[in-house]
Every structure is written in structure tokens, then in C-alpha cells.
């Protein structure tokens, strides 16, 4: 009974860095492990570079760094960027909507993925709901939930709300 329990939870242990490499159709994802076996295919290849970045936990570092194969332009990341932009220049991204567009409100619409060619209709929506969008007592999270409720209600740029 004994050696059962054993054999069972080995195999269980085992099959996690193999459930792992399966999520992901690209294969182990990012982190030495990755980058060891890149381009090799098939089961053995993609769990052990999934029970190497297992091992050794370098995913978390790749992805914190932006090495090892890693990429930092995930959704979070750039949420997080938006709010700490938004917060650090509030007063000047309010002004720049009051005047229909500016230098704050393009760097905000680039954090905010809008394309080149939509920004002046961006510029136009955030001058005409100004009083809606940023009032006096507007801090920066609810500037930002108030302009992607804006950004899904106006039908040329509700592919920006997040």
C-alpha cells in the first residue's frame, strides 16, 4: 500500500510540469528551460523546459525583468502604468482635456493603446464631456473609469475601453 501512494503522488508530481506545458500552445512560455529547449518539439522537450523553469523559479525574474525570453507588455503591467501616469499628472492631463488635446493626453492615449489616427477624436471627446469626465474633485482612478465609460458609450472608440 505504501509503495502505491508513492508511485501515486511521483506520477502526480510529475504531471504537473507536464499539465503546465500544455496550457500553452507556444510550449513552456518564457525562462531558461525555454530557452534550452526552444525549438524542440514533442512532450519530453516541452515538460523538461517547464521542470526546469520549475526548478530553478526564473519565470518570475524573466518576466520581472523583461530577460530570459520574457515579455513585460502584459495587461497588467500597462494598467498599472496608466494609473501611476494618470496619478502623477492629473492636473496636466485635466488641463490638456479642458483644451481639447496636449502633450499629457497623447502619452495617456498611447498607454491606452489608441492609434495615432484616433487620437484627435479622443482629444474632441474629452474636451466635449470635460465636466462629465474630470471634475474638481475628480482624483486619477476615477478620471480613468470615467473616461473608459466614455471611450465604450462613444462608437468610434469603444474598441480602447478596457
Known amino acids: 500500500m505504501r509503495k502505491y501512494v508513492l ?6 508530481f510529475a504531471a504537473l510540469p507536464a499539465a503546465n506545458a500544455f496550457a500553452d500552445a507556444s510550449g513552456a512560455g518564457c525562462g531558461v528551460g525555454a530557452m534550452i529547449f526552444d525549438g524542440q518539439r514533442g512532450v519530453l522537450p516541452q515538460t523538461l523546459a517547464v521542470t526546469t523553469n520549475g526548478t530553478f523559479a526564473n519565470q518570475v525574474f524573466g518576466i520581472s525583468t523583461g530577460t530570459l525570453g520574457c515579455e513585460q507588455d502584459g495587461v497588467v503591467m500597462n494598467e498599472h502604468e496608466k494609473a501611476l501616469y494618470a496619478e502623477a499628472n492629473l492636473e ?18 498611447s498607454l491606452m493603446g489608441v492609434a495615432e489616427a484616433d487620437r484627435a477624436a479622443l482629444a474632441r471627446l474629452t474636451q466635449a464631456e470635460f465636466a462629465t469626465l474630470a471634475g474638481a474633485d475628480t482624483d486619477a482612478a476615477a478620471l480613468l473609469a470615467n473616461l473608459n465609460a466614455a471611450l465604450a458609450a462613444d462608437p468610434a472608440l469603444a474598441r480602447y475601453a478596457s
Open 7 to 12: 508511485t501515486a503522488a511521483i506520477a502526480a
Open 92 to 109: 496636466y492631463i485635466k488641463m490638456d482635456m479642458a483644451q481639447g488635446g496636449g502633450e499629457y493626453l497623447d502619452a495617456l492615449a
